[in-house]
């Protein structure tokens, strides 16, 4: 079992960097992949970054790339997400998510263990 706990997130204005970070519990989590989602009230929960239970594979959504970075510590239990260069659009709930798998998936109902949501709000 692993229970995940987010903090960060916030208010800013649009330039301006933020820095997620996903806590976790549960010895599976050094083990296992984790995934970066994104949620706009009205649309579907979106995929936005994956990291492997290594840190040695990462994926970022093309909305993204350049901008965010992902990173671990399995000795601290932790995945932060580093957000730079915002933008209004990417104003969203922001939720981490484990699978107890080796690599991350796009899809995520794979995912068995979610953060509690940050709200993320970019100002133009």
């Known amino acids: 079992h692993v229970t995940l706990v987010q903090s960060g997130g916030g208010l800013v204005q649009a330039g301006d960097s933020l820095r997620l970070t996903c806590e976790a519990s549960?010895?599976?989590?050094?083990?296992?992949?984790v995934g970066w989602f994104r949620q706009v009230p009205g649309k579907e929960r979106e995929f936005i970054v994956g990291?492997?239970?290594?840190?040695?594979?990462?994926y970022y959504a093309d909305s993204v790339k350049g901008r965010f970075t992902v990173s671990r510590d399995n000795a601290k239990y932790t995945v932060d997400l580093q957000m730079t260069r915002l933008k209004p659009e990417d104003s969203a709930v922001y939720y981490c998510?484990?699978?107890?798998?080796?690599?991350?998936?796009?899809?995520?109902?794979?995912?068995?263990?979610w953060g509690q949501g940050t709200q993320v709000t970019v100002s133009s």
């Open positions: 998510a484990v699978v107890t798998r080796r690599l991350y998936t796009n899809d995520e109902a794979d995912y068995e263990y």
């Open positions: 990291i492997s239970w290594s840190g040695g594979t990462l």
């Open positions: 549960g010895r599976a989590f050094t083990t296992s992949a």
